[in-house]
């Protein structure tokens, strides 16, 4: 089944090359990292207003980062390997299309899965007990679209993990108050929740005549971006609430209305029947979204 142009899939953002480095940035489509890492970099912010932060923890905090998302989105290639081949809009990724094996990409990932629990375990005693429990998170996703509509959520609980990670690599200790970081963790999910729902969209007729399972397939087009809405509609109340919380200033809540009116703006873009700004909805809007949220507080932590 080809999509017609209407209806065309996005599977971009992927780097040029035929280079070893370019396919594996392009296995785990390196260039999503925007969504995650400023939210590691919130995090690192939100515990520098009270404990010391040392370049060495803010290294191993970053490395932890990138080796869990290598791990989690390598391992999701490898479950997915069979449906990414019959997708139409998947079909060219590395493994279906030939470009890695399976057995490299094993590797790679059991390497990355390592590297983590070593950078956590150099961090603190407290990262390093929740590391394994952080993996199994993030991979467990990839099994969630067989028996769950709403493996986005799921999605957006293993995203949420980065701001959580990056304040856990500077203090050691969790929040104070303890709702903080929970705020903060719900906030992204939900974020990021409503963002996956959108980019589901392209995929409903596959993942329904698949068995595969959604909210677009669960609940339809029209409704699916409903739910999207109500996710980021909850997003920006936590968002408020762990501004509020949190001690930062009104540079903070700026750049917090900013993320709050991009993701208006966002969901003009998309619309029932027609995804040729989904791109722009899922990646454009939603990476500026995590780079205003990080710049405002280091900007506000500054002054």
């Known amino acids: 089944m080809t999509p017609s142009p209407a209806l065309a899939g996005v599977d971009g953002q992927v780097l040029k090359?035929?280079?070893?480095?370019?396919?594996?940035?392009?296995?785990?489509k390196v260039a999503h990292t925007i969504f995650a890492l400023p939210f590691t970099v919130v995090g690192i912010v939100t515990a520098s207003r009270h404990y010391p932060v040392h370049a060495r923890s803010v290294g191993l905090a970053v490395l932890a980062f990138g080796a869990a998302r290598?791990?989690?989105m390598g391992f999701n290639r490898i479950v997915d390997v069979r449906y990414d081949a019959l997708n139409p809009r998947t079909a060219g990724r590395e493994l279906p299309a030939g470009r890695m094996s399976l057995l490299e990409a094993w590797v790679l990932v059991a390497l990355m899965g390592g590297l983590f629990i070593v950078a956590s375990a150099m961090l603190n005693p407290l990262c390093f007990a929740l590391s394994p429990v952080a993996l199994a998170w993030v991979a467990g996703?990839?099994?969630?679209?067989?028996?769950?509509?709403?493996?986005?959520?799921?999605?957006?609980?293993?995203?949420?993990?980065?701001?959580?990670?990056?304040?856990l690599a500077i203090a050691g200790e969790w929040s104070?108050?303890?709702?903080?970081?929970?705020?903060?963790?719900?906030?992204?999910?939900?974020?990021?929740?409503?963002?996956?729902?959108?980019?589901?969209?392209?995929?409903?007729e596959f993942d329904r005549s698949s068995g595969?399972?959604?909210?677009?397939?669960?609940?339809?087009?029209?409704?699916?971006?409903?739910v999207a809405r109500l996710l980021h509609l909850i997003a920006i109340v936590l968002f408020v609430a762990f501004w509020l919380g949190s001690g930062?200033?009104?540079?903070?809540?700026l750049s917090v209305a900013v993320a709050g009116a991009i993701l208006a703006w966002e969901h003009r873009l998309v619309r029932p029947g027609d995804y040729s700004k989904l791109d722009s909805a899922f990646f454009t809007m939603?990476?500026?979204?995590?780079?205003?949220?990080?710049?405002?507080?280091?900007?506000?932590?500054?002054?």
């Open 212 to 226: 595969l399972r959604s909210i677009p397939v669960l609940l339809g087009t029209s409704n699916a971006i409903l």
């Open 17 to 28: 090359g035929a280079g070893r480095l370019a396919a594996y940035a392009n296995f785990v």
């Open 248 to 253: 930062f200033g009104w540079v903070f809540g």
């Open 70 to 72: 290598f791990a989690g």
């Open 176 to 204: 104070t108050p303890w709702w903080l970081l929970v705020t903060m963790a719900a906030a992204v999910a939900c974020w990021v929740g409503g963002f996956d729902i959108i980019y589901a969209l392209q995929d409903e």
């Open 141 to 167: 996703y990839s099994f969630t679209k067989r028996f769950t509509h709403l493996s986005h959520l799921w999605l957006g609980w293993g995203l949420a993990i980065a701001p959580v990670g990056g304040y």
């Open 286 to 303: 939603n990476g500026v979204i995590s780079a205003v949220v990080a710049l405002g507080a280091i900007v506000d932590s500054l002054i």
